[in-house]
C-alpha cells in the first residue's frame, strides 16, 4: 500500500497549489478520502475529506471557500487544491485513506507528507 504525496511548496500569501495524493495497493475507490496537515508544535487536524464516489466532502471551516477537493478514481488520485493561501497554512500535509463498516476498520493508510510553506 502507498500513498504518494506531491505539489507541495513555498507559496506567496493570496498564492494556491495543488496537492495531489497517489494511491495504489488498495481499492481506492472504496475508500473515503482525507487531507490532514499538521504545523510545527500542534495537532494533526483535518482538513478535508471526500466519499468514496466523490459525492460528498466536508471541510475544516479555517480552509472553507478557499480549498477544494476531489478526486479521480480512474487514475487512484485525489487532489486538494489550494487557494487564497494565508501564513497560517504553513504545515506538512498528509494524504488519508479509510474504509470502514461498523464495527471494523478495513483500512487506514497514510502518505508520508508534503510540506506547504506560505511566506513572502
Known amino acids: 500500500v502507498q500513498l504518494v504525496e506531491s505539489g507541495g511548496g513555498l507559496v506567496q500569501p493570496g498564492g494556491s497549489l495543488r496537492l495531489s495524493c497517489a494511491a495504489s495497493g488498495f481499492t481506492f475507490s472504496s475508500y473515503g478520502m482525507s487531507w490532514y496537515r499538521q504545523a510545527p508544535g500542534k495537532e494533526r487536524e483535518l482538513v478535508a475529506g471526500i466519499t468514496s464516489t466523490g459525492g460528498s466532502t466536508n471541510y475544516a471551516d479555517s480552509v472553507k471557500g478557499r480549498f477544494t477537493i476531489s478526486r479521480d478514481n480512474a487514475k487512484n488520485t485525489v487532489y486538494l487544491d489550494m487557494n487564497s493561501l494565508k501564513p497560517e497554512d504553513t504545515a506538512v500535509y498528509y494524504c488519508?485513506?479509510?474504509?470502514?463498516?461498523?464495527?471494523?476498520?478495513?483500512?487506514?493508510?497514510w502518505g508520508q507528507g508534503t510540506q506547504v510553506t506560505v511566506s513572502s
Open positions: 488519508h485513506a479509510l474504509r470502514y463498516v461498523p464495527g471494523m476498520i478495513i483500512g487506514d493508510y
